[in-house]
């Protein structure tokens, strides 16, 4: 992973194998992600880079990262919780995301046609981080699948280890599991993933 801020603009976030290539999503959205460069540093934001990729801080907190995909680019915000989207325009990461938390651009000119908007919703998170706001912390009941519940209720050490793992690895098993069409296969993955339970692990982690 890049490292230094400019080169993220030049060759990309240096994840894949696209890094510095015709191909890298970064070099595709150029002239778009300079554009949101542009806007998060003109509302006082302090541009750092994260996870490969650049990270736009204020008052010690993260506010928002930049990511750029083939078919679209982002400005991702933390605490989405908090956000109230008064033009409706944040959309979920993904099916699993609790939270719209993303602008999604699918040309290079949105983020200059949407600046007033966009530094708005970033004032609006840099206010609640000068005010010391964080989204409240939410606990959501984990649906199980049967496979899973009926392994933890059979096998005493796997239930009890299950229970000890943080609210994200249990989650992390329940999304791995939920993604099986069969019964057979569920069953098969609870059998494969008992180690790595017990380790106190989530299901991606190695």
Not at 58 to 69: E, K, M, P, S, W
Request: proline share 4%; aromatic share 8%; with cysteine.
């Amino acid at each position: 992973m890049i490292s230094n801020i400019e080169d993220f603009f030049v060759d990309g976030c240096g994840r894949c194998e696209r890094f510095a290539t015709a191909d890298c999503s970064a070099r595709r959205w150029a002239g778009g992600l300079a554009e949101l460069r542009r806007i998060c540093l003109g509302a006082g934001l302090v541009e750092t880079v994260k996870w490969g990729h650049p990270c736009y801080l204020h008052a010690d907190r993260n506010i928002a990262v930049v990511g750029a995909l083939r078919g679209d680019f982002r400005l991702s915000f933390f605490n989405a919780a908090l956000m109230t989207d008064p033009q409706g325009l944040l959309e979920k990461q993904g099916p699993n995301t609790q939270h719209k938390d993303v602008l999604r651009f699918v040309s290079n000119s949105q983020p200059a046609e949407l600046a007033p908007t966009i530094h708005a919703y970033l004032k609006e998170a840099m206010g609640y981080a000068d005010a010391g706001v964080k989204a409240p912390r939410e606990v959501r009941e984990l649906e199980l699948p049967d496979e899973l519940a009926d392994a933890l209720d059979a096998d005493a050490l796997l239930g009890s280890a299950f229970q000890a793992l943080t609210p994200g690895r249990q989650r992390s098993y329940v999304i791995a599991l939920s993604s099986a069409k069969t019964s057979a296969t569920r069953a098969a993955r609870v059998e494969k993933f008992r180690e790595r339970i017990i380790q106190g692990k989530g299901a991606l982690e190695r």
